[in-house]
């Protein structure tokens, strides 16, 4: 059974899975990233003891804080939990999107720091650990392995937490029309669309990123299109042609999808830039390292050959001990928001990263690198594409329209109209 075959295997092993205290809730779709983690990641089973202590961590911690009251009688939420209030990508992608409609009213949390002052024993506590005894026992009844719901288990509490001060503050939460969360395969953004969903408030999920379609290459190359697979939400936003073909592929109903556009296209804008100047930016995950590697040996051959300057943005998940070769780069690593990089820069080179798509919106020529040891996610581009220090020179001199690219990937006319009217659509769906 390959990664892709496990995880539709879990998830429906889960499907019909019933859960004490959480009567109503798609246990599968709350818990679909949690799957997703142990597959892609290093995660593997755990002692008895050692993961009893980190429930008992996570049991008497109290972590983040809401202020529940800026949501009374809203018309549109638009949610992003406080797990992504540190990237300021997001932060900001939000904001846009909130541009697009005078009835959006942004809500978030805050993370709580500190080792004692967020400690926080009391009956709830207690109750979440016979829970958690609970679940465990449900769990080992599935024959599911065991490296899986002990990841699930700690998700759990989690989303127990979160359901819990949710109904605490119902009165507030259940006074809103319609809520629309950045990414609702994470655990809290699920939890809050299914709360609102049992109780008749309608809901929906943005594309905040390029998503890729399931994808099984071999045991190291492989992409699970969990973002559609976590999906549970009324309505699917997204940017144009290439999602919602994955999503159609991946088994979520037409009329859930809503082709809107990329919102940084709400207020578009061009960005001046430094001639001789290449930007190279890199992607994030574990797996990205062989080709980011590969990228900036190409890309660095090249600049030195045109005389050019090379310039580096790493991901913001990014250790730049890493990339031992950035200890060459001096002045040419980046540190900044993506706006000044774009502006610093002539032209950018990037493989799999969303940031591709808001440098075509802002006007910037680019050239995309196809990976060869990853899943490529703009496979669409291969006529667009390079691979080798030959391919680069080729697709360099055409000079390539950033137009001729974007229209793979968003609607391009009316987004603001496009958000505008599908927020009107989902609050009066109530």
């Not at 259940?174 to 809050?192: C, H, P, Q, T, W």
């Not at 798509?357 to 060869?372: C, D, E, N, S």
Request: charged share 20%.
């Amino acid at each position: 059974m390959n990664a892709l075959e496990e995880f539709g295997y879990t998830l429906s092993k889960l499907k019909t899975f019933k859960l004490r205290g959480f009567e109503g809730y798609k246990v599968d779709k709350m818990l679909s990233i949690s799957i997703e983690e142990v597959l892609v990641g290093s995660y593997k089973a755990k002692s008895f003891l050692s993961i009893c202590i980190e429930y008992l961590k996570l049991i008497i911690k109290k972590s983040y804080y809401y202020n529940f009251d800026t949501l009374r009688n809203a018309d549109v939420v638009l949610f992003y939990s406080h797990c992504h209030a540190n990237r300021h990508d997001y932060v900001n992608f939000m904001k846009v999107v909130a541009a697009s409609s005078d009835s959006a009213v942004l809500f978030s949390g805050t993370s709580k720091r500190g080792k004692f002052k967020s400690i926080k024993i009391n009956l709830f506590s207690i109750k979440l650990l016979f829970l958690l005894l609970s679940w465990q026992s449900a769990f080992r009844k599935t024959g599911i392995q065991r490296k899986f719901w002990q990841n699930c288990m700690l998700s759990l509490q989690t989303c127990y937490r979160w359901k819990s001060l949710l109904e605490k503050n119902q009165d507030s939460v259940l006074s809103i029309k319609g809520m629309v969360s950045i990414f609702d395969a994470r655990e809290y953004e699920n939890v809050f669309a299914q709360f609102l969903t049992l109780h008749g408030i309608p809901t929906a999920t943005l594309q905040h990123g390029h998503y890729g379609g399931a994808y099984y290459k071999d045991e190291e190359h492989f992409y699970l299109g969990m973002a559609y697979k976590g999906f549970v939400s009324d309505y699917f936003y997204l940017w144009g042609e290439s999602a919602y073909r994955n999503a159609i592929e991946i088994g979520i109903p037409a009329e859930k999808l809503v082709k809107v556009g990329c919102p940084y296209l709400i207020n578009p804008r061009t960005c001046s830039g430094q001639k001789g100047v290449i930007g190279l930016l890199f992607d994030g995950d574990e797996d990205a390292i062989p080709d980011n590697t590969n990228m900036y040996s190409i890309v660095s051959d090249f600049a030195k050959e045109h005389n050019m300057k090379l310039l580096l943005k790493l991901h913001p998940n990014d250790n730049p001990a890493t990339y031992p070769f950035l200890k060459e780069l001096s002045d040419g690593l980046f540190i900044g928001d993506l706006d000044t990089f774009a502006s610093s820069i002539e032209i950018a080179i990037c493989c799999n990263t969303s940031c591709m798509i808001t440098m075509l919106i802002w006007g910037k020529p680019l050239i995309h690198y196809a990976p060869v040891y990853m899943y490529d996610m703009y496979s669409e581009l291969k006529q667009y594409s390079f691979s080798n220090t030959k391919g680069l020179n080729e697709l360099y001199e055409k000079k390539i329209s950033p137009s001729a690219l974007l229209s793979h990937y968003t609607e391009i006319d009316n987004v603001r109209d496009n958000y505008k009217k599908a927020f009107e659509k989902l609050i009066n769906k109530k």
